[in-house]
């Protein structure tokens, strides 16, 4: 079987021991994973510049044991159209999603010159004949289906303001009907447990799922173990524990719920956060945080480096807005703190959560949450292991395996129809 992947939009990371935009652990394990069940993969999006070194040069050498020489496998194309035996294309959406360099000149085609990330990645849909699976691993910014495929205006019309470089009408699109439609069948993931009241919250104008009505499903999470470092995986939880509460990134939006959990507990145990917070919008919460007792560290050049944190702290928590609870999304960080050897809480009700969590580890109220940090914190090593086993046990297979099982079954039903 072969496989295409193509990211829309911007460049991607291949490579979990440098990776530090969102879902590198999640597209690394489902990598592997497609060349170690022996199907062909080929790229059709631009890597970063190290990462094209390595590929070029063999050279999969890390710091940290990682076994990256599944490198070797990928076919790599990103100036060519989708090969015409391709049996299933990806296109992956994230948070860059129309932001950054996704509408300006910064790709090179085939020629030399310069073009969108965007019209790169309609030109290789369009050379495209199949099914496609559209991967939504961010809420906030789901594929603009509306905007691409389904405008008033669409690319291929003479007037269209983006062909002319011209400018941004929201009726213009950035591509055309035909380069999404013609001999090709869509279909969208969104990583929610509940797909329907997702599509309530965040099938906006840009998107219209619903209008154009296209096939959703559910994106699980995923971790590969073998994306931790040695000496973690090795050890499995250690023993040394440095950091008794941690919190990873920044809590956009959930300013109020971090300070409703933490802010009390941080003045009776030491709580480190780790995360873009010295930008100029997060500055002033930064200093309320510190305020209240918080350890605040900067951004980790790699997002690997959080598996060594999480490793060496006792708990964290899984904080997540009241929208995003309804909607059951969950991202792959969850999996990555337990595989790191770090005890995770969640929140009670959030629809889905008790799939990766028993309730013994669910919140309802900062006194719930307080009772069972202190509760935790308090047991000996061997006892909290044991914990730390439960959850383990219960999210292990969540890996790069199941994720190809999982979107190879829908695939073979779509083909069938």
């Known amino acids: 079987m072969k496989i295409g992947y193509l990211k829309f939009s911007m460049n991607m990371e291949i490579d979990f021991t440098r990776g530090k935009i969102g879902n590198i652990e999640g597209r690394a394990t489902l990598f592997r994973a497609i060349i170690d069940a022996g199907y062909h993969l080929t790229l059709y999006s ?12 063999k050279d999969y050498e890390n710091e940290y044991g990682i076994d990256n020489s599944w490198f070797a496998s990928i076919d790599y194309k990103p100036n060519s159209p989708v090969d015409e035996d391709t049996d299933l294309l990806i296109v992956e959406n ?30 290789a849909i369009d050379s495209y ?46 591509a055309s009907h035909k380069e999404f439609y013609k001999n090709k069948k869509l279909i969208f993931f969104n990583q929610a447990y509940n797909n329907e009241k997702y599509l ?25 173990r073998w994306l931790l470092p040695k000496k973690i995986r090795k050890r499995k939880y250690s023993k040394l524990k440095e950091h008794e509460i941690v919190y990873m990134g920044y809590p956009r939006a959930r300013e109020k719920e971090f300070e409703y959990y933490f802010f009390n507990l941080a003045r009776k145990h030491k709580m480190d956060a780790w995360g873009p917070w010295d930008k100029k919008a997060n500055y002033e919460f930064k200093r309320k945080s510190m305020r209240s007792n918080i350890d605040v560290h900067g951004f980790l050049p790699a997002q690997i480096m959080c598996t060594e944190i999480y490793n060496k702290s006792i708990v964290s928590l ?24 770090c005890i995770l809480l969640g929140i009670r009700g959030a629809d889905g959560i008790n799939e990766y969590l028993d309730d013994e580890f669910l919140i309802s109220s900062k006194k719930e949450f307080g009772f069972l940090v202190e509760k935790i914190i308090g047991l000996n090593q061997k006892d909290r292991k044991s914990q730390w086993r439960k959850q383990f046990e219960k999210i292990k297979k969540y890996d790069g395996e199941y994720m190809v099982d999982y979107l190879l079954k829908i695939y073979n039903k779509e083909r069938r129809r």
């Open 129 to 174: 004949n199949g099914i496609v699976f559209f991967l939504n691993i961010h809420p906030d910014v789901p594929f603009p289906l509306r905007k691409m495929a389904n405008s008033e205006v669409d690319f291929s019309d003479k007037s269209n303001i983006y062909r002319l470089e011209n400018g941004s009408l929201p009726e213009h699109g950035w």
């Open 200 to 224: 309530d919250f965040f099938d906006g104008n840009r998107q219209g799922y619903r209008d154009s009505g296209v096939v959703t499903h559910r994106l699980p999470i995923l971790f590969g």
């Open 46 to 57: 631009q890597i970063t510049k190290p990462e094209e070194k390595s590929l070029y040069e």
């Open 94 to 123: 994230g948070p860059d999603n129309l932001l950054f360099k996704t509408r300006f000149p910064s790709f090179h085609d085939k020629n030399g010159s310069k073009q969108t990330f965007i019209r790169r990645s309609a030109e």
């Open 318 to 341: 899984g904080l997540i807005s009241k929208k995003l609870q309804q909607c059951g999304w969950v991202t792959h960080r969850t999996l990555e703190t337990i595989q790191s050897g």
